[in-house]
């Protein structure tokens, strides 16, 4: 049995993540800064909570991350933890970087350490590129980052570079546009449009504020994207690849679909809030995932240009959950849930 290791188990990704290697036979560990009291409530939605092993580690602190590693010995290690919102890291950017750029640093010099044929992935992000004046970034776009994220991910992920380059380890980053589910907190937009529109259409009296929506990304099916991550660690050589869509729509489209999917005129129910608009925002957010198409045998199959993505949204906001957090249709779990039985 194979043995994985995941820093943010208990994150969006995380969750979709551990849900496909338990389905692939794998031993799935997980990580909290305080497994004892946290509620991995993205394990519980997805009805995998008690399979999961979860251990405490705090990612700033080199001898916690190389307790667990010699503890579990797992053959694959994937890096998801850290600050997670482009727009926090503008109020919290020290926070950012150290949690995203030391913790990283962390597990690299640890897998190092214990010297085992460990398999690493690292999670990057689109935001490195910065605004690349609407080209689709690939794996050699220079990196422009415009927000503390982006330039705690970017150092980030140049370790990873180097780590693989210096001591030949196998390590690799995954550079992923943006993901959705609904898995997702409140505090990204995409969830945050998805519950409001809900929330109205079933009578509430509420207006969404928004910031600026005139600026278009690459958005795709978060339990697609962890497919990629694991496709990466079962190459024969590490390497760095580009998730993403290909295409880009307008988050304005998005919240008219959002709302047309209810019936209601987005227009009578959104209040663009100048507050809510970021230091610095990247007008046009695309990426080329040629690569991961022909050396992973990955392509994105949902996406929201076509909408898939607001369906599949709307209707997991709407299913019920039995007590034990499952879906109560196994049908409709495979389809909105995970996916991951089906690959």
């Known amino acids: 049995m194979k043995k994985a290791l995941i820093f943010g ?5 995380g969750a979709y993540l551990a849900q496909l290697l338990l389905n692939k036979g794998y031993f799935v560990c997980g990580t909290s800064r305080d497994a004892q009291i ?20 705090a ?60 398999k690493f992935y690292n999670a ?49 980053s995954g550079i992923l546009f943006n993901h959705e589910s609904p898995l997702r907190p409140e505090r990204f937009v995409i969830q945050k449009i998805i519950s409001a529109a809900c929330r109205i259409a079933k009578g509430s009296q509420e207006k ?25 660690l079962q190459q024969e050589q590490p390497d760095d690849y580009v998730i993403a869509t290909g295409e880009s729509q307008k988050l304005e489209d998005f919240v008219a679909a ?5 019936g209601l005129d987005w227009r009578e129910h959104v209040v663009i809030d100048a507050s809510l608009f970021r230091p610095l925002d990247i007008a046009i957010s695309r990426g080329n995932p040629a690569k991961a198409r022909i050396k992973l045998g990955w392509q994105a199959q949902y996406k929201l240009t076509d909408n898939d993505v607001v369906r599949m949204m709307m209707q997991a906001q709407a299913r019920p959950l039995n007590s034990n957090g499952t879906e109560m249709y196994a049908k ?5 849930s995970g996916l991951a039985t089906a690959f």
């Open 124 to 172: 990057a992000s689109s935001e490195c590129f910065g605004d690349t004046q609407g080209k689709a970034a690939d794996e050699t776009t220079p990196f422009r980052p415009r927000s503390p994220y982006a330039v705690a991910k970017a150092s980030a992920f140049w370790h990873v570079a180097n780590y693989r380059e210096a001591y030949g380890l196998f390590a690799c």
């Open 9 to 13: 188990v208990s994150g969006q990704d």
């Open 208 to 232: 969404l504020y928004l910031g600026n929506i005139s600026i278009q990304c690459d958005w795709g099916w978060a339990p697609e994207y962890v497919k990629a991550m694991y496709l990466m």
């Open 59 to 118: 990612l700033n602190d080199f001898r916690s991350v190389l307790h667990v590693l010699n503890k579990i010995r797992p053959d694959e290690v994937y890096n998801l933890a850290g600050h997670s919102s482009v727009g926090i890291s503008f109020e919290q950017p020290v926070e950012t970087f150290e949690s995203l750029t030391i913790g990283t640093l962390n597990i690299l010099e640890a897998i190092r350490f214990v010297n085992q044929p460990i």
């Open 38 to 57: 946290s509620s991995f409530q993205n394990l519980v939605h997805l009805g995998i909570r008690e399979q999961v092993s979860l251990q405490s580690v």
């Open 332 to 336: 409709e779990k495979v389809k909105y």
């Open 258 to 262: 959002a709302f047309a999917y209810v």
